[in-house]
């Protein structure tokens, strides 16, 4: 079985503040991907980021870095210099095969506001 | 523009009657999937569908149905023996089903029951 647990339900930052959402996961499998997506107002899941089991490099874009740590299960996201369009849900999901066909678990989702 | 189009964003149902979801996807994609969102309890996954006239159970599929008629569309059925249909409903679409295929999402229809 596979499982995303985003322990963060509600996270407030003032704007310009650095805030890392955590995601840790389990799976018994050697090849899954990790996603993280963000949900705004508008409702409908917008993909930010891709990475597989067997790539821990970090990655930046722009303000977004994801640091993928295998030893001890976890992809975190942090948003530098927060801005309040970032105000939004935010899933991380876990894609690995279950039965023999791929399976995606999404996390509960960090519902973060950044206040003005 | 390619897109997925949910309709209609917001819907009400009284208790006992059947409700269908529509699903719209103009990507060209092979899979598609229908997921549940409730407070707290992030996204679950219902039906999904890997190719035309094919589709399979997800997690909490009872008291739902679907059909894949047409590569584009998906529609769910919401029936009365689900015991608890007030939600966010998310449609979901990705050319392929394989572990490193990102999904591409409608904008979502809230359906509640009076």
């Known amino acids: 079985a596979q499982k995303v647990t985003q322990a963060q339900t509600e996270i407030s930052v003032v704007e310009k503040e650095d805030v890392t959402l955590d995601c840790v996961y389990e799976t018994r499998d050697t090849t899954y991907y990790l996603f993280w997506y963000k949900q705004p107002p508008s409702g409908e899941l917008v993909f930010l980021i891709r990475?597989?089991?067997?790539?821990?490099q970090n990655e930046i874009s722009g303000r977004y870095s994801w640091n993928f740590q295998k030893s001890t299960s976890s992809f975190n996201f942090t948003i530098t210099a927060s801005q309040v369009v970032d105000s939004a849900v935010y899933f991380c999901a876990l894609s690995g095969n279950s039965g023999g066909y791929q399976k995606v678990t999404f996390g509960t989702g960090t519902k973060l506001q950044v206040i003005p | 523009d390619g897109g997925i189009t949910q309709s209609p964003k917001y819907l009400f149902r009284k208790e006992g009657q059947n409700v269908t979801l529509s699903c719209e996807q103009n990507l060209n994609h092979d899979a598609m999937y229908w997921y549940r969102q409730d407070p707290g309890q992030g996204l679950r996954l219902i039906y999904y569908?890997?190719?035309?006239?094919?589709?399979q159970k997800g997690d909490i599929a009872e008291g739902y149905s679907v059909s894949r008629e047409k590569k584009e569309s998906f529609p769910l059925t919401v029936t009365s023996a689900q015991k608890n249909p007030t939600a966010f409903y998310l449609c979901?679409?990705?050319?392929?089903?394989?572990?490193?295929?990102?999904?591409?999402f409608g904008q979502g229809t809230r359906l509640t029951v009076v």
């Open positions: 979901a679409s990705s050319p392929i089903t394989q572990l490193n295929t990102e999904a591409f």
């Open positions: 990475r597989n089991s067997f790539d821990e």
């Open positions: 569908s890997q190719i035309v006239n094919d589709f």
